[in-house]
């Protein structure tokens, strides 16, 4: 075991090796390391500091979500105004701009920068010493919110400066070799740049809202603003987030002299920066760029709204200034917006995984920012009514966030005479069973739980790539197993057997009339294929469950906290709520979901038939010396509380069960002690002080007994 000063020093070189490979990953999206590696190095981390809860640091990358929901945001006031960016709608815009510069300088080789404009939603983070003290919003460029909990959760915005990017020593210092980077001070620092949501990302929270009966959001702007702002930082940390910083508010103290530079050193720093930056001489090279980034806009996997072009010098910025509103040394210019016309067909009504009855446009195929769509979700009953779209109406269509096809609304005069207003139907579309619209949601729901539509849904999910990764069963033969009887739930793929599959009626025909089936060959390879998904990782299968809130990371996160199914089912939610990237909310809905004994008897189903509900060799870092013993913890600990003098004590190996039993190895007692103190000592269990249980997270060795 190792001795404190120990632990602290390794605690020290593991977050850098941490922060150093995060940086690859979320930064530079060039991980040096397996995913597994980087995980048994993060569990190291979490178990001495779980051992050692002093050495816990809010810059300490298992920290990343740990502040408890807030139910407002101070406010933040910005040490420098944050501008807004004056707009130039075309190149000729952009011309004007570039002759009252020429005119100003009285000079024709002022150098640009020209930037991508990211589409999400703007950003300023403060460090002191090095470290990040706070992340706000613009609010009204004075002043801001305070969302640093939020922020910390985004795993691109770095906890600390990188080394590398410590300034010079300010003159005559008498630390100036490089040898003492380490020990040069850090001026405070404020960095600004734009949190943004992936396109992919922002069409999944959308499906999302719309199967859980919230409001969708309008563009990645929007879903990236509203993430930052949630009251609990899990459920920002759950958005898929990222950042692309470019500005540092005050470049003096670093000594940099141009926008170029201060690009390069926000990259050095360890921040996220778009690799698309230009440096242009000239505005022909500005117009070029500008030209490649509208052809390029739609295979970026972000969305951007323009560029952003910047006079490099900072000498120039400071001689031309600000307007009210804007800087003058900076333009946006912004893309033309890219709508379309076609006529509505039919509006479809599609029920979801949860029930959820999305109505659907479906119109003449038409090519918008890059590719031809044909259908477009309307979300729900109102949003069909606000737009007040009807069937055969000639309707303006868009990409929202430039990736999710939107119908903006109807052209009025060219609508046919006689059109209808749209309602939905009364009963569900694919069982004919009740919909109740709760109240308060946008969503009506199909309440028949037997609704195959929905069931399909599901087992779809489970069978996805993302998910069990059933490859080779499509849409098609779900289906029609569902409507053949064949099943019902998530476990009943797994009865399903190469023979029976064999015969599985298509429901297409042959020339001659008789019905075509599956057939061998396919039957065997979804067999096969079947059999794999049984031993999926874990955090797949929490995902398959399709439980509310629970995506992929924090499919993860549950996984690498509780190494088991059972073991989370066991949990009651506060202990849930306490694991980093879980909070209140997701593990309200996680216990929900394992409460109910419908979901439970699907479990057991899975278990039954060889489904693995573990953690595949989950290999321990700490030694699991308290392997086999059971606790119970009971009372007020002084050093601990309940919560950490238990996660350490399960980092060690051992159990820790909620009452006393014969089977209870130790019973910790602390001040107070409930009445499973006299359980315990009617049971004859040992009953161990605060300082025993001390001795044992020190020294890792189990007690005398
Ligand atoms: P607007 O909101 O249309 O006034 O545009 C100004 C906003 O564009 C700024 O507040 C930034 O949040 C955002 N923006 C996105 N990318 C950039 C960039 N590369 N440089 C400067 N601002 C940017
Ligand atoms: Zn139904």
């Not at 080789?109 to 020209?114: G, L, P, S, Y």
């Not at 009971?634 to 050093?639: A, D, E, H």
């Given at each position: 075991m190792?001795?404190?000063?120990?632990?602290?020093?390794?605690?020290?070189?593991?977050r850098?090796?941490?922060?150093h490979h995060?940086?690859?990953?979320?930064?530079?999206?060039?991980?040096e390391?397996?995913?597994?590696?980087?995980?048994a190095?993060?569990?190291?981390?979490?178990?001495l500091e779980?051992?050692?809860?002093?050495l816990?640091?809010?810059?300490?990358?298992?920290?990343?979500?740990?502040?408890?929901p807030?139910?407002?945001?101070?406010?933040?006031?910005h040490a420098r105004?944050m501008?807004?960016?004056?707009?130039?709608m075309d190149?000729s815009?952009?011309?004007?701009?570039?002759?009252?510069?020429e005119?100003?300088?009285g000079?024709r080789?002022?150098?640009?920068?020209?930037?991508?404009?990211?589409d999400?939603?703007s950003?300023?983070?403060?460090?002191?010493?090095g470290?990040?003290?706070?992340?706000a919003?613009?609010g009204?460029?004075?002043t801001?919110?305070n969302?640093?909990a939020?922020?910390r959760a985004v795993?691109?915005?770095?906890l600390?400066l990188?080394d590398e990017?410590?300034?010079?020593a300010?003159?005559?210092?008498l630390?100036?070799?490089?040898?003492?980077?380490a020990?040069?001070p850090?001026?405070?620092?404020?960095?600004?740049?734009?949190v943004?949501m992936?396109?992919s990302?922002?069409?999944?929270?959308?499906?999302?809202?719309?199967?859980?009966g919230?409001?969708?959001?309008?563009?990645?702007?929007?879903?990236?603003?509203g993430?930052?702002?949630?009251?609990d930082?899990?459920?920002t940390a759950?958005?898929?987030l990222?950042?692309?910083?470019?500005?540092i508010?005050?470049p003096?103290?670093?000594?940099?002299?141009?926008?170029?530079?201060?690009l390069?050193?926000?990259?050095?720093?360890?921040?996220?920066?778009n690799?698309?930056?230009r440096l242009c001489?000239?505005?022909?090279?500005?117009?070029d760029?500008?030209?490649?980034a509208?052809?390029?806009r739609h295979?970026?996997?972000y969305e951007?709204?323009?560029?952003?072009?910047?006079?490099?010098?900072f000498?120039?910025q400071d001689?031309?200034?600000f307007?009210a509103?804007?800087?003058?040394?900076?333009?946006?210019?912004?893309?033309?917006?890219?709508?379309k016309t076609?006529?509505l067909?039919a509006?479809?009504?599609?029920?979801?995984?949860t029930?959820?009855?999305?109505?659907v446009?479906e119109?003449?195929?038409?090519?918008v920012?890059?590719s031809?769509?044909?259908?477009a979700?309307?979300?729900?009953?109102d949003?069909?009514?606000r737009?007040?779209v009807?069937?055969?109406?000639?309707?303006?269509v868009?990409?929202?966030?430039?990736?999710i096809?939107?119908?903006?609304g109807?052209v009025?005069?060219?609508?046919?005479?006689?059109a209808?207003e749209w309602?939905?139907?009364?009963?569900?579309?694919s069982?004919g069973?009740?919909i109740?619209?709760p109240a308060g949601?946008?969503?009506?729901?199909c309440t028949?739980v037997?609704?195959?539509?929905q069931?399909l849904?599901?087992?779809?999910?489970?069978a996805?790539r993302?998910?069990?990764?059933?490859?080779?069963?499509?849409?098609?033969?779900?289906?029609?197993?569902?409507?053949t009887?064949?099943?019902?739930?998530?476990?009943?793929?797994?009865?399903?057997?190469?023979?029976?599959?064999?015969t599985?009626?298509?429901?297409?025909?042959?020339?001659?009339?008789?019905?075509?089936?599956?057939?061998?060959?396919?039957?065997a390879?979804?067999?096969?294929s079947?059999?794999?998904s049984?031993?999926?990782?874990?955090p797949?299968?929490?995902?398959?469950?399709?439980i509310?809130h629970?995506?992929?990371t924090?499919?993860?996160?549950?996984?690498?906290?509780f190494?088991s199914i059972?073991?989370?089912?066991?949990?009651p939610?506060e202990?849930?709520?306490?694991?980093?990237?879980?909070?209140?909310?997701?593990?309200?809905?996680v216990?929900a979901?394992?409460?109910?004994?419908?979901?439970?008897v699907?479990?057991e189903k899975?278990?039954?038939?060889?489904?693995?509900?573990?953690e595949?060799q989950r290999?321990?870092t700490v030694?699991q010396?308290?392997?086999?013993?059971?606790?119970v913890l009971t009372?007020?600990?002084?050093?601990?509380?309940?919560?950490?003098?238990?996660?350490?004590?399960k980092?060690?190996g051992?159990k820790?069960?909620?009452?006393?039993?014969k089977?209870?190895?130790?019973?910790?007692?602390?001040?107070?002690?409930?009445?499973?103190?006299d359980r315990?000592?009617?049971?004859?269990?040992?009953?161990l002080?605060e300082?025993a249980l001390?001795?044992?997270l020190?020294?890792?060795e189990?007690?005398?007994?």
């Amino acid at each position: 075991m190792p001795d404190r000063g120990a632990a602290a020093a390794r605690v020290e070189s593991l977050r850098r090796e941490i922060e150093h490979h995060a940086h690859r990953y979320y930064v530079l999206d060039s991980p040096e390391v397996s995913d597994d590696a980087y995980d048994a190095l993060v569990r190291e981390l979490e178990g001495l500091e779980a051992r050692w809860p002093d050495l816990v640091t809010p810059d300490s990358p298992t920290r990343r979500v740990g502040a408890p929901p807030s139910e407002t945001f101070e406010p933040a006031r910005h040490a420098r105004r944050m501008y807004s960016l004056d707009n130039a709608m075309d190149f000729s815009e952009l011309d004007a701009w570039f002759d009252r510069i020429e005119k100003d300088l009285g000079r024709r080789d002022c150098a640009f920068v020209a930037e991508l404009k990211i589409d999400g939603s703007s950003l300023s983070l403060t460090y002191k010493e090095g470290r990040l003290t706070r992340a706000a919003t613009r609010g009204d460029g004075t002043t801001g919110e305070n969302i640093t909990a939020n922020v910390r959760a985004v795993r691109s915005v770095p906890l600390r400066l990188r080394d590398e990017a410590r300034p010079p020593a300010a003159q005559g210092a008498l630390l100036d070799t490089p040898e003492d980077d380490a020990h040069r001070p850090w001026p405070a620092i404020e960095v600004r740049g734009e949190v943004y949501m992936p396109k992919s990302s922002f069409a999944r929270l959308n499906a999302d809202q719309d199967e859980a009966g919230l409001p969708v959001f309008a563009n990645p702007r929007n879903a990236a603003a509203g993430a930052v702002r949630q009251k609990d930082p899990s459920v920002t940390a759950s958005r898929d987030l990222s950042t692309f910083m470019y500005q540092i508010a005050d470049p003096r103290p670093l000594a940099l002299s141009r926008q170029s530079e201060a690009l390069a050193w926000l990259a050095r720093a360890g921040f996220r920066v778009n690799p698309d930056i230009r440096l242009c001489a000239s505005r022909d090279e500005v117009r070029d760029f500008c030209e490649t980034a509208i052809e390029r806009r739609h295979d970026l996997p972000y969305e951007i709204d323009g560029v952003v072009v910047k006079v490099d010098s900072f000498a120039l910025q400071d001689g031309m200034g600000f307007t009210a509103r804007a800087p003058r040394w900076a333009m946006a210019f912004k893309f033309p917006p890219e709508e379309k016309t076609t006529v509505l067909r039919a509006i479809r009504v599609q029920v979801g995984r949860t029930g959820a009855l999305t109505p659907v446009a479906e119109f003449d195929p038409v090519l918008v920012a890059g590719s031809t769509i044909a259908r477009a979700t309307l979300h729900n009953e109102d949003e069909v009514r606000r737009k007040d779209v009807r069937v055969g109406d000639t309707v303006i269509v868009r990409k929202a966030g430039d990736v999710i096809p939107e119908v903006v609304g109807p052209v009025p005069g060219l609508r046919p005479e006689g059109a209808a207003e749209w309602t939905m139907p009364a009963t569900c579309p694919s069982c004919g069973g009740p919909i109740w619209r709760p109240a308060g949601e946008v969503a009506a729901r199909c309440t028949n739980v037997a609704c195959p539509a929905q069931r399909l849904e599901r087992l779809l999910h489970w069978a996805g790539r993302t998910a069990a990764d059933i490859d080779g069963l499509g849409y098609e033969i779900t289906a029609r197993l569902v409507e053949t009887g064949g099943l019902h739930d998530v476990a009943d793929f797994y009865r399903l057997d190469a023979e029976a599959l064999a015969t599985l009626d298509t429901g297409r025909l042959k020339k001659d009339g008789t019905p075509i089936v599956l057939g061998e060959t396919i039957a065997a390879k979804l067999a096969v294929s079947i059999e794999a998904s049984k031993t999926r990782p874990l955090p797949r299968l929490l995902y398959g469950f399709g439980i509310r809130h629970v995506g992929s990371t924090v499919a993860d996160a549950l996984a690498a906290a509780f190494g088991s199914i059972d073991a989370l089912v066991a949990t009651p939610a506060e202990s849930i709520a306490v694991v980093d990237g879980i909070g209140p909310v997701i593990a309200a809905s996680v216990r929900a979901f394992f409460d109910n004994p419908d979901n439970i008897v699907v479990v057991e189903k899975l278990r039954a038939a060889g489904v693995r509900l573990v953690e595949e060799q989950r290999g321990p870092t700490v030694p699991q010396t308290l392997a086999g013993l059971t606790f119970v913890l009971t009372g007020g600990l002084v050093k601990y509380s309940r919560d950490e003098a238990g996660a350490a004590l399960k980092a060690l190996g051992a159990k820790v069960s909620s009452s006393v039993s014969k089977k209870t190895s130790f019973v910790v007692v602390g001040e107070d002690p409930g009445s499973k103190h006299d359980r315990a000592l009617e049971l004859g269990v040992p009953v161990l002080d605060e300082a025993a249980l001390d001795r044992i997270l020190q020294t890792g060795e189990p007690p005398r007994s």
